[in-house]
C-alpha cells in the first residue's frame, strides 16, 4: 500500500494548528495507520495509532482521524517542541509501508 | 522502563555483510514481535522486516529477500539483523522497534532503538 503525505513542507508560527494528510492507495485494514513524530537525529517517536488512539504519554493536542484511504493528524495549538517531520504508516497489510513524511518547521 | 540499545556505527565494503544488535531491558522480551526499519540520509523510513522472538518466525520486505537474516539470543534478551551483499544504496541508519505483542497479529511500533548508522564505501 503506497501512502502519500501532504503537504511535504508546513510552515506555521507557534500556536497555530497543523493539518496532515496521509493519503493510501487502496483501503488500510481496520484503520492499522499510525503516525509517528521524528526529530533531527533521533528515532521516530510514535504519536497515534489505530488512526486516532493516542499512545502513553502524548497530549492532547495531538489527534488523528480517518479511515481507509484518508487519514489526517491534527495539531493543536503548536508547541515549539513540536517542530519536526512526521510520518504516517500502515501496519495492516505486508509489506508494512511508510508515507514519504511531512516536515512542519517554523515561519 | 523498556529500552532498546543498538550496536555501534559500522563501515563497511562494497560485497560485505553487516550485524546489527538490539539489546532489550524493561519488558517480556519473547513477548513482543521486533521490527527493523532503515533511513538513508535525508530520506523516509522503509521497512525492512519482523522477527517473533519466541519462535524465530521471521517475514522480510521482498526487496531484502535472499539477503536479511533476523535472528535472536533470548538469554542475552537481543535481537540481531544481519544484511549481506551490501552496495553502496544500503548506507542508512538502521533502527529496531517493537511491536506487536503476542496477543495482537499487528501493532504499531512503540518503542524504538537508538539507531545504528552503516556505511558503505569502498
Known amino acids: 500500500i503506497l501512502l502519500t503525505q501532504s503537504p511535504a513542507t508546513l510552515s506555521l508560527s507557534p500556536g497555530g494548528r497543523a493539518t496532515l494528510s496521509c493519503g493510501a492507495s487502496?483501503?488500510?485494514?481496520?484503520?492499522?495507520l499510525a503516525w509517528y513524530q521524528q526529530k533531527p537525529g533521533l528515532a521516530p517517536r510514535l504519536l497515534i495509532y489505530?488512526?486516532?488512539s493516542r499512545a502513553t504519554g502524548i497530549p492532547d493536542r495531538f489527534s488523528g482521524s480517518g479511515s481507509e484511504t484518508d487519514f489526517t493528524l491534527t495539531i493543536n495549538g503548536l508547541e515549539p517542541e513540536d517542530f519536526a517531520v512526521y510520518y504516517c504508516?500502515?501496519?495492516?497489510?505486508?509489506?508494512?509501508?511508510f508515507g514519504g513524511g511531512t516536515k512542519v518547521e517554523i515561519k | 522502563q523498556v529500552q532498546m540499545v543498538q550496536s555501534g556505527t559500522e563501515v563497511k565494503r562494497p560485497g560485505a555483510s553487516v550485524k546489527v544488535s538490539c539489546k532489550t531491558s524493561g519488558y517480556t522480551f519473547t513477548s513482543y514481535d521486533i521490527n527493523w526499519v532503515r533511513q538513508a540520509p535525508g530520506q523516509g523510513l522503509e521497512w525492512v522486516g519482523w522477527?517473533?522472538?519466541?519462535?524465530?518466525?521471521?517475514g522480510y520486505a521482498q526487496k531484502f529477500q535472499g539477503r536479511v537474516r533476523m535472528t535472536r539470543s533470548a538469554s542475552i534478551r537481543t535481537a540481531y539483523m544481519e544484511l549481506s551483499s551490501l552496495g553502496s544504496d544500503d548506507t542508512a541508519v538502521y533502527y529496531c522497534?517493537?511491536?506487536?505483542?503476542?496477543?495482537?497479529?499487528?501493532?504499531?511500533?512503540?518503542?524504538w532503538g537508538q539507531g545504528t548508522l552503516v556505511t558503505v564505501s569502498s
Open positions: 489505530d488512526a486516532s
Open positions: 522497534a517493537r511491536g506487536p505483542p503476542s496477543y495482537l497479529a499487528v501493532a504499531a511500533f512503540d518503542y
Open positions: 522477527m517473533n522472538p519466541n519462535s524465530g518466525s521471521t
Open positions: 504508516q500502515q501496519y495492516g497489510s505486508s509489506p508494512l509501508t
Open positions: 487502496q483501503s488500510v485494514r481496520s484503520s492499522y
